[in-house]
Protein backbone atom coordinates (compact mmCIF):
# COMPACT_ATOMS: atom_id res chain seq x y z
CA UNK A 1 0.00 0.00 0.00
CA UNK A 2 1.41 3.32 -0.57
CA UNK A 3 1.57 6.23 2.03
CA UNK A 4 -1.36 7.94 2.39
CA UNK A 5 -1.30 12.18 1.08
CA UNK A 6 0.61 14.14 3.47
CA UNK A 7 2.23 11.44 5.13
CA UNK A 8 5.66 12.22 6.47
CA UNK A 9 8.35 9.50 4.92
CA UNK A 10 10.64 7.35 7.83
CA UNK A 11 13.84 6.11 7.71
CA UNK A 12 14.80 3.41 9.80
CA UNK A 13 11.35 3.22 11.71
CA UNK A 14 11.26 6.63 12.74
CA UNK A 15 9.55 9.47 11.12
CA UNK A 16 11.53 12.52 9.63
CA UNK A 17 10.71 15.83 11.23
CA UNK A 18 8.76 18.46 8.65
CA UNK A 19 11.19 20.65 9.29
CA UNK A 20 14.26 18.57 8.51
CA UNK A 21 12.55 17.99 5.24
CA UNK A 22 12.31 21.58 4.20
CA UNK A 23 15.56 22.75 5.84
CA UNK A 24 17.67 20.30 3.67
CA UNK A 25 15.21 21.00 0.58
CA UNK A 26 16.25 24.42 0.91
CA UNK A 27 20.51 23.92 1.62
CA UNK A 28 20.33 21.13 -1.29
CA UNK A 29 18.36 24.11 -3.55
CA UNK A 30 21.22 26.55 -2.42
CA UNK A 31 23.91 24.86 -2.84
CA UNK A 32 22.90 23.63 -6.14
CA UNK A 33 22.15 26.99 -7.30
CA UNK A 34 25.60 28.42 -5.85
CA UNK A 35 27.82 25.34 -7.37
CA UNK A 36 25.65 24.95 -11.28
CA UNK A 37 24.32 28.41 -11.39
CA UNK A 38 27.56 30.01 -12.81
CA UNK A 39 27.85 27.14 -15.25
CA UNK A 40 24.47 27.40 -16.36
CA UNK A 41 23.87 31.61 -16.79
CA UNK A 42 27.17 31.50 -18.77
CA UNK A 43 29.12 34.88 -19.07
CA UNK A 44 27.61 38.05 -18.33
CA UNK A 45 27.54 41.46 -18.73
CA UNK A 46 31.07 43.10 -18.20
CA UNK A 47 30.99 45.70 -15.88
CA UNK A 48 30.42 49.70 -16.85
CA UNK A 49 29.71 51.79 -13.64
CA UNK A 50 29.46 54.71 -15.48
CA UNK A 51 25.76 53.53 -17.58
CA UNK A 52 24.87 50.18 -15.79
CA UNK A 53 24.87 51.06 -12.32
CA UNK A 54 22.33 49.93 -10.31
CA UNK A 55 20.13 48.94 -12.74
CA UNK A 56 16.85 47.70 -11.57
CA UNK A 57 15.92 43.96 -11.16
CA UNK A 58 14.85 42.14 -14.81
CA UNK A 59 16.57 44.69 -16.77
CA UNK A 60 17.36 43.87 -19.94
CA UNK A 61 21.19 45.61 -20.81
CA UNK A 62 22.61 46.19 -24.27
CA UNK A 63 26.39 45.89 -24.54
CA UNK A 64 27.95 47.15 -27.55
CA UNK A 65 31.63 46.33 -28.06
CA UNK A 66 33.22 48.75 -29.53
CA UNK A 67 36.45 48.53 -32.34
CA UNK A 68 38.89 50.28 -30.14
CA UNK A 69 38.72 47.60 -27.13
CA UNK A 70 35.89 49.60 -24.49
CA UNK A 71 33.00 47.68 -24.05
CA UNK A 72 29.70 50.10 -23.02
CA UNK A 73 26.52 48.43 -21.19
CA UNK A 74 23.30 50.37 -20.85
CA UNK A 75 20.14 49.60 -20.18
CA UNK A 76 18.93 52.93 -22.70
CA UNK A 77 20.58 53.09 -25.88
CA UNK A 78 18.95 55.17 -28.34
CA UNK A 79 19.45 55.87 -31.62
CA UNK A 80 19.76 58.89 -33.59
CA UNK A 81 20.48 58.87 -37.12
CA UNK A 82 23.78 57.71 -37.48
CA UNK A 83 24.88 57.91 -33.58
CA UNK A 84 24.17 55.83 -31.05
CA UNK A 85 23.39 57.52 -27.41
CA UNK A 86 24.22 55.11 -24.42
CA UNK A 87 22.25 56.68 -21.26
CA UNK A 88 23.64 55.85 -17.47
CA UNK A 89 23.18 57.27 -14.04
CA UNK A 90 26.59 58.93 -14.55
CA UNK A 91 27.16 59.60 -18.18
CA UNK A 92 25.44 60.12 -21.27
CA UNK A 93 27.70 59.32 -24.41
CA UNK A 94 26.88 59.52 -28.32
CA UNK A 95 29.03 57.20 -30.45
CA UNK A 96 28.78 56.73 -33.90
CA UNK A 97 26.98 53.53 -35.15
CA UNK A 98 30.28 52.04 -37.14
CA UNK A 99 32.24 52.39 -34.20
CA UNK A 100 30.36 49.09 -32.51
CA UNK A 101 31.76 45.45 -33.61
CA UNK A 102 28.75 43.94 -32.23
CA UNK A 103 26.58 44.18 -29.57
CA UNK A 104 23.77 42.03 -27.56
CA UNK A 105 20.91 41.88 -25.09
CA UNK A 106 21.62 40.64 -22.07
CA UNK A 107 18.68 40.39 -18.84
CA UNK A 108 19.87 40.66 -15.61
CA UNK A 109 17.36 39.06 -13.36
CA UNK A 110 18.64 40.59 -10.00
CA UNK A 111 20.02 44.01 -11.33
CA UNK A 112 23.33 45.43 -10.81
CA UNK A 113 25.30 46.98 -7.79
CA UNK A 114 26.90 50.58 -7.72
CA UNK A 115 29.78 49.48 -10.27
CA UNK A 116 27.62 48.26 -12.42
CA UNK A 117 28.13 44.31 -11.61
CA UNK A 118 25.57 41.25 -12.90
CA UNK A 119 24.05 40.89 -8.61
CA UNK A 120 22.63 37.43 -9.45
CA UNK A 121 26.63 36.22 -11.09
CA UNK A 122 27.84 38.01 -7.57
CA UNK A 123 25.56 36.41 -5.30
CA UNK A 124 26.30 32.97 -6.78
CA UNK A 125 30.02 33.47 -6.28
CA UNK A 126 29.54 34.53 -2.85
CA UNK A 127 27.46 32.25 -1.93
CA UNK A 128 29.63 29.58 -2.96
CA UNK A 129 32.31 31.40 -0.64
CA UNK A 130 30.48 31.53 1.88
CA UNK A 131 29.20 27.60 2.07
CA UNK A 132 32.77 26.59 1.52
CA UNK A 133 34.38 29.13 4.26
CA UNK A 134 31.47 27.74 6.62
CA UNK A 135 31.84 24.09 5.85
CA UNK A 136 35.58 24.05 6.33
CA UNK A 137 34.92 26.00 9.44
CA UNK A 138 32.47 23.95 10.82
CA UNK A 139 34.61 20.53 10.04
CA UNK A 140 37.79 22.26 12.34
CA UNK A 141 35.72 23.19 15.36
CA UNK A 142 33.64 20.13 15.18
CA UNK A 143 37.56 18.38 14.90
CA UNK A 144 38.83 20.25 18.15
CA UNK A 145 35.29 20.29 19.99
CA UNK A 146 35.37 16.08 19.76
CA UNK A 147 38.57 16.04 20.70
CA UNK A 148 38.84 18.54 23.80
CA UNK A 149 35.21 17.00 25.05
CA UNK A 150 36.59 13.07 24.34
CA UNK A 151 39.92 13.76 26.05
CA UNK A 152 38.16 16.08 29.03
CA UNK A 153 35.82 13.23 29.48
CA UNK A 154 37.94 9.86 29.73
CA UNK A 155 41.37 11.87 30.30
CA UNK A 156 40.42 11.59 34.30
CA UNK A 157 40.03 13.80 37.08
CA UNK A 158 42.88 16.43 36.49
CA UNK A 159 42.76 16.39 33.18
CA UNK A 160 38.88 16.39 32.94
CA UNK A 161 39.25 19.56 35.20
CA UNK A 162 42.39 21.67 33.27
CA UNK A 163 40.54 21.44 29.83
CA UNK A 164 36.80 22.45 31.32
CA UNK A 165 38.47 25.67 32.71
CA UNK A 166 39.74 26.55 29.59
CA UNK A 167 36.80 26.10 27.83
CA UNK A 168 34.84 28.09 30.29
CA UNK A 169 37.55 30.76 30.18
CA UNK A 170 37.11 30.94 26.71
CA UNK A 171 33.83 30.77 26.65
CA UNK A 172 33.32 33.87 29.38
CA UNK A 173 34.45 36.21 26.29
CA UNK A 174 32.22 37.19 23.66
CA UNK A 175 32.88 35.01 20.65
CA UNK A 176 32.13 37.11 18.45
CA UNK A 177 34.31 39.85 20.19
CA UNK A 178 37.15 37.63 19.93
CA UNK A 179 36.49 37.09 16.51
CA UNK A 180 36.65 39.99 15.36
CA UNK A 181 39.82 41.47 17.51
CA UNK A 182 41.43 38.54 15.71
CA UNK A 183 40.32 39.31 12.20
CA UNK A 184 41.57 42.92 12.90
CA UNK A 185 44.69 41.97 13.81
CA UNK A 186 45.82 39.18 11.20
CA UNK A 187 45.32 39.71 7.71
CA UNK A 188 42.44 38.90 5.77
CA UNK A 189 41.83 35.64 3.55
CA UNK A 190 40.15 32.43 3.03
CA UNK A 191 42.76 29.94 4.95
CA UNK A 192 42.52 32.71 8.10
CA UNK A 193 39.27 32.83 8.07
CA UNK A 194 38.66 29.29 8.03
CA UNK A 195 41.05 28.62 10.59
CA UNK A 196 39.73 31.33 13.03
CA UNK A 197 35.72 30.52 12.36
CA UNK A 198 36.55 26.96 13.33
CA UNK A 199 38.85 27.96 16.88
CA UNK A 200 36.14 30.14 17.87
CA UNK A 201 33.30 28.25 17.85
CA UNK A 202 34.13 24.42 19.17
CA UNK A 203 33.57 25.11 22.96
CA UNK A 204 30.37 24.51 23.11
CA UNK A 205 30.28 21.43 21.17
CA UNK A 206 33.30 20.16 23.44
CA UNK A 207 30.87 20.74 26.72
CA UNK A 208 28.52 18.65 24.62
CA UNK A 209 30.51 15.70 23.71
CA UNK A 210 31.72 15.52 27.47
CA UNK A 211 28.69 15.53 29.27
CA UNK A 212 27.41 12.70 26.43
CA UNK A 213 29.95 10.44 27.03
CA UNK A 214 29.92 10.88 31.11
CA UNK A 215 26.11 10.33 30.87
CA UNK A 216 26.51 7.14 28.38
CA UNK A 217 29.64 5.94 30.44
CA UNK A 218 27.06 5.48 33.70
CA UNK A 219 24.42 3.48 31.98
CA UNK A 220 23.72 -0.43 33.08
CA UNK A 221 23.89 -1.85 29.16
CA UNK A 222 27.27 0.13 28.98
CA UNK A 223 28.98 -1.58 32.56
CA UNK A 224 27.65 -4.83 31.55
CA UNK A 225 29.44 -4.80 28.22
CA UNK A 226 32.29 -3.74 29.92
CA UNK A 227 31.78 -6.69 32.23
CA UNK A 228 31.49 -9.39 29.59
CA UNK A 229 34.50 -8.51 28.11
CA UNK A 230 33.24 -6.63 25.10
CA UNK A 231 36.39 -5.00 23.35
CA UNK A 232 36.49 -1.11 23.87
CA UNK A 233 36.20 0.02 20.24
CA UNK A 234 33.00 -2.20 19.92
CA UNK A 235 31.27 -0.40 23.02
CA UNK A 236 32.06 2.63 21.59
CA UNK A 237 30.57 2.05 18.04
CA UNK A 238 27.67 0.49 19.73
CA UNK A 239 26.83 2.19 22.66
CA UNK A 240 28.45 5.21 23.01
CA UNK A 241 28.21 6.47 18.72
CA UNK A 242 24.74 6.03 18.75
CA UNK A 243 23.69 7.79 21.73
CA UNK A 244 26.26 10.92 20.91
CA UNK A 245 24.97 11.40 16.68
CA UNK A 246 22.10 12.85 17.10
CA UNK A 247 22.98 15.96 19.48
CA UNK A 248 26.07 16.26 17.74
CA UNK A 249 24.52 16.90 14.40
CA UNK A 250 21.77 18.77 15.90
CA UNK A 251 24.81 20.96 17.30
CA UNK A 252 27.07 21.47 14.13
CA UNK A 253 23.71 21.94 12.01
CA UNK A 254 23.01 24.78 14.52
CA UNK A 255 26.65 26.02 14.47
CA UNK A 256 27.02 26.38 11.03
CA UNK A 257 24.30 28.60 11.07
CA UNK A 258 26.13 30.91 13.78
CA UNK A 259 29.28 30.53 11.31
CA UNK A 260 27.32 31.66 8.32
CA UNK A 261 25.98 34.82 9.97
CA UNK A 262 29.79 35.51 12.03
CA UNK A 263 31.30 35.35 8.34
CA UNK A 264 28.86 37.84 6.97
CA UNK A 265 29.55 40.16 10.01
CA UNK A 266 33.46 39.80 9.44
CA UNK A 267 32.69 40.86 5.70
CA UNK A 268 30.52 43.65 6.50
CA UNK A 269 32.62 44.80 8.97
CA UNK A 270 35.40 45.03 6.21
CA UNK A 271 37.29 42.23 8.45
CA UNK A 272 36.82 39.24 6.42
CA UNK A 273 37.82 38.59 2.76
CA UNK A 274 39.54 41.10 0.47
CA UNK A 275 37.26 43.58 -1.32
CA UNK A 276 37.71 42.32 -4.28
CA UNK A 277 35.98 38.87 -3.52
CA UNK A 278 32.14 38.98 -3.45
CA UNK A 279 31.30 37.39 -0.24
CA UNK A 280 27.53 38.05 0.87
CA UNK A 281 28.26 40.47 3.99
CA UNK A 282 30.66 41.83 1.65
CA UNK A 283 27.49 42.98 -1.02
CA UNK A 284 25.31 43.70 2.22
CA UNK A 285 27.63 46.59 2.92
CA UNK A 286 28.29 47.66 -0.52
CA UNK A 287 24.46 47.94 -1.32
CA UNK A 288 23.80 49.87 2.35
CA UNK A 289 25.81 52.64 1.08
CA UNK A 290 23.30 53.03 -1.82
CA UNK A 291 20.32 52.01 0.17
CA UNK A 292 18.77 55.04 0.21
CA UNK A 293 18.93 54.87 -4.29
CA UNK A 294 18.55 51.26 -4.62
CA UNK A 295 17.07 48.46 -2.34
CA UNK A 296 18.51 45.82 -4.04
CA UNK A 297 22.17 45.65 -3.81
CA UNK A 298 21.40 45.24 0.04
CA UNK A 299 18.81 42.94 0.56
CA UNK A 300 18.87 41.17 -1.71
CA UNK A 301 22.33 39.50 -0.08
CA UNK A 302 20.94 39.55 2.83
CA UNK A 303 17.79 37.66 2.49
CA UNK A 304 20.38 35.02 0.87
CA UNK A 305 21.93 35.06 4.56
CA UNK A 306 18.38 34.89 6.09
CA UNK A 307 17.30 31.80 3.70
CA UNK A 308 20.48 30.14 4.62
CA UNK A 309 20.32 30.57 8.41
CA UNK A 310 16.89 29.23 8.82
CA UNK A 311 17.58 26.12 6.45
CA UNK A 312 20.34 25.27 8.79
CA UNK A 313 17.77 26.18 11.85
CA UNK A 314 15.61 24.19 10.73
CA UNK A 315 17.65 21.20 9.93
CA UNK A 316 18.98 21.22 13.88
CA UNK A 317 15.16 21.69 14.83
CA UNK A 318 14.37 18.25 12.97
CA UNK A 319 17.57 16.33 14.17
CA UNK A 320 16.39 16.95 17.31
CA UNK A 321 12.45 15.65 17.14
CA UNK A 322 13.94 12.65 15.52
Known amino acids: MGRSQGQVPMIAGRRLSRRLITGS ?67 LEEIPKS ?29 RLSLMITGLGALISLIAGLAVGLGAATGGRWIDALLMRG ?34 SWMGLARLVRGQVLSV ?26 E ?14 DLVLAEATLSYLGLGLPPTTPTWGLLVSEGHRVMM ?13 ASLVICFALIGDGIQEL
Open 293 to 305: DAWWPATLPGLAI
Open 167 to 200: VDALMAFPTLLLLILCAAVLDPGPATLVVLLGLT
Open 25 to 91: AGLLIICSAVILGPYLLGEGPPSDPAHSALAPPGTMLRVLELHDGRTLVSPSVTTTGDLLIVDGPYS
Open 244 to 257: IRGPVAQDVALRLG
Open 99 to 127: AVSSSRIVRSWLGTDRYGRDLLRLMLKGG
Open 217 to 242: RERQFVMAARVAGTPWYRVWSWHFLP
